[in-house]
């Protein structure tokens, strides 16, 4: 008999193992392996645990939106939906198609405040005309973009750029509006006959919009985006968002792509990096200059820079003579930084005030914040990494890789015995397994009432648990997958 270590909230509990049996975990190894060779990988499974279960619990089918984020943050989310559907190595341009059906329904075109907020959605129908091949989304896409060239982009301030609101006593020109209209535009360059436009319509006003704003002086010497220019139409200083640094780069590379070389991904490169070590913690995690008490619109920015730059990542040509491939190389290592974190610390215990949302504000932890936005950005991170095929270093790991979404079963459905316990991290859940020589696999369930379960899958017996878990029978002696319940997944102790 031994005992280890089990973290449990609050406390530190003691999990006594009877009856080890070493060559049990050698047999688990071995499915793990055959499973990675079929199944879906460990970032696929938690994204599409992730996903599924913000659509499941927060998506009002009435409304068409994610009422517990922002109206823009939903335009932000669906085109985080396309990009992940197309990311999937097991991809069906229709997986998200009911959604952006619905949603297409029951909102305008132009339904907000704001120039950025209409844009977020704009650049959201062209993402998911693209995966879906649905004319409709393309031509909703166009009627934003005239909207915003025809009462946002004026000249009077500052000589150009898109207004950030239609506020005639107080024309306040921002980078981010003027860089989601950019990549608009250069993305829809490729479209332009389709949507009777001349065959330059497009990659003009990117052009217009790009020169503008490299001139403008919103990016300061350290190639950081400040938030906009002041009454003199200069740099204002103000903060430097995270997502400033991020909604031009996939348009820049865009706009060498279609007007050959005019510098702008030299630029973008530039502002990327500053931006992985500027605006990141000492472990490395992206950071938000508002830190721990970032309000609910500044809680999704890290996630729109980390998808924006894996679709820049995505996007960018090899080969060509430039930075470019070191460039990448460097980015990708950042990227994985953030999910290695992300999934290690950033998990949460309970939610219950914004109901299913699995992970916290701070990619490097401890969770402190939870709501639809900051789990809406760390399934923004997720796409990104699956986007360029990133998997997260397993090496040094807390959280086992995902086998599979739901309860952890055998081959023909049955579960092991098990230990669970409510309202732990994943980490801790994790690091409760680990710590056990006969536990095989874990279950982290987080129900749409925010509610956390962890589940051990053990070899133990009825007095095994710690004190304050709970022990439940089962009949299985191994697991295999989970049971594709989207809320849950099952993670196997690692080969
Ligand atoms: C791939 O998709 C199909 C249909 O959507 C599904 O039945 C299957 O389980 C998926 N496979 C993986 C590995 O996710
Ligand atoms: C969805 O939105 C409608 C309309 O605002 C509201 O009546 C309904 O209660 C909402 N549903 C949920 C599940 O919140
Ligand atoms: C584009 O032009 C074609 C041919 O002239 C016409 O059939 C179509 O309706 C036009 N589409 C739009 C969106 O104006
Ligand atoms: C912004 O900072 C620069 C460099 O420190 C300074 O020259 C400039 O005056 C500042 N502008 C404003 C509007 O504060
Ligand atoms: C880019 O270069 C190609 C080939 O060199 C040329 O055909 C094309 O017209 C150029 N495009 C622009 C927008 O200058
Ligand atoms: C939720 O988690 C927080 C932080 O860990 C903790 O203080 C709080 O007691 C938990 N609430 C419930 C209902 O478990
Ligand atoms: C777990 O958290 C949920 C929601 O936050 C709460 O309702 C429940 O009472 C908590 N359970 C325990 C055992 O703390």
């Given at each position: 008999m031994r005992s280890t270590r089990w973290a449990s909230p609050g406390a530190i509990a003691t999990f006594l193992c009877v009856g080890m049996v070493a060559h049990v975990v050698v047999g688990v190894a071995g499915v793990n392996r055959a499973q990675a060779e079929t199944g879906a990988s460990d970032l696929e499974v938690r994204a599409v645990?992730?996903?599924?279960?913000?659509?499941?619990?927060?998506?009002?089918?009435?409304?068409?939106?994610?009422?517990?984020?922002?109206?823009?943050?939903?335009?932000?989310?669906?085109?985080?939906?396309?990009?992940?559907?197309?990311?999937?190595?097991?991809?069906?341009?229709?997986?998200?198609?009911?959604?952006?059906?619905?949603?297409?329904?029951?909102?305008?075109?132009?339904?907000?405040?704001?120039?950025?907020?209409?844009?977020?959605?704009?650049?959201?129908?062209?993402?998911?005309?693209?995966?879906?091949?649905?004319?409709?989304?393309?031509?909703?896409?166009?009627?934003?973009?005239?909207?915003?060239?025809?009462?946002?982009?004026?000249?009077?301030?500052?000589?150009?750029?898109?207004?950030?609101?239609?506020?005639?006593?107080?024309?306040?020109?921002?980078?981010?509006?003027?860089?989601?209209?950019?990549?608009?535009?250069?993305?829809?360059?490729?479209?332009?006959?389709?949507?009777?436009r001349s065959s330059t319509y497009y990659l003009d006003w990117a052009l217009n919009a790009w020169r503008w704003f490299v001139q403008s002086g919103m990016i300061d010497a350290n190639h950081l985006v400040n938030d906009g220019l002041d009454g003199n139409c200069q740099n204002n200083n103000g903060t430097t968002w995270t997502y400033n640094q991020g909604c031009f780069l996939d348009g820049a590379v865009y706009i060498d792509r279609f007007a050959n070389s005019t510098g702008a991904t030299a630029v973008a490169r530039a502002v990327a990096m500053a931006a992985s070590t500027n605006l990141a913690s000492a472990a490395g995690a992206l950071t938000e200059p508002c830190g721990a008490s970032c309000d609910g619109d500044q809680q999704i920015f890290k996630g729109v820079f980390a998808r924006r730059l894996g679709y820049m990542l995505d996007a960018l040509p090899l080969d060509d003579g430039s930075d470019n491939e070191a460039f990448r190389a460097t980015m990708q290592l950042f990227l994985q930084r953030n999910v290695n974190l992300l999934l290690d610390r950033a998990s949460c215990s309970n939610s219950s005030d914004n109901g299913f949302a699995p992970y916290g504000l701070a990619w490097d932890g401890p969770c402190t914040v939870a709501t639809m936005a900051t789990s809406s950005a760390a399934l923004d991170l997720l796409t990104a990494l699956l986007a360029n095929g990133i998997e997260p270093d397993a090496a040094g790991r807390v959280t086992w890789p995902a086998l599979g979404l739901g309860?952890?079963?055998?081959?023909?459905?049955?579960?092991?015995?098990?230990?669970?316990?409510?309202?732990?991290?994943?980490?801790?859940?994790?690091?409760?397994?680990?710590?056990?020589?006969?536990?095989v696999a874990y279950e982290y369930h987080t129900s749409c009432a925010g509610k956390t379960t962890c589940v051990v899958r053990t070899k133990g017996t009825a007095n095994s648990c710690p004190h304050g878990w709970s022990f439940k029978q089962g009949s299985a002696s191994s697991v295999s997958r989970g049971d594709g319940s989207p809320l849950a997944i099952c993670a196997l102790r690692p080969a």
């Open positions: 645990n992730l996903a599924d279960g913000l659509i499941q619990c927060q998506y009002n089918t009435s409304q068409g939106i994610f009422p517990t984020e922002d109206l823009w943050q939903s335009g932000n989310t669906l085109d985080t939906l396309a990009a992940l559907s197309l990311a999937l190595r097991n991809h069906s341009r229709d997986r998200y198609g009911d959604i952006f059906a619905n949603t297409f329904a029951r909102t305008a075109a132009v339904l907000d405040k704001c120039f950025d907020d209409h844009q977020w959605w704009l650049n959201a129908w062209i993402r998911i005309y693209e995966v879906t091949g649905h004319r409709t989304y393309l031509d909703r896409a166009a009627i934003i973009h005239d909207y915003v060239v025809a009462h946002g982009w004026e000249t009077d301030t500052c000589g150009g750029g898109v207004l950030w609101c239609p506020a005639p006593t107080n024309p306040y020109k921002n980078a981010i509006t003027t860089e989601l209209f950019i990549t608009a535009s250069a993305r829809l360059q490729p479209y332009a006959a389709l949507v009777n309860i952890c079963v055998d081959a023909s459905g049955a579960t092991m015995p098990s230990c669970s316990i409510d309202n732990v991290t994943e980490a801790d859940c994790g690091q409760a397994a680990a710590a056990d020589p006969l536990a």
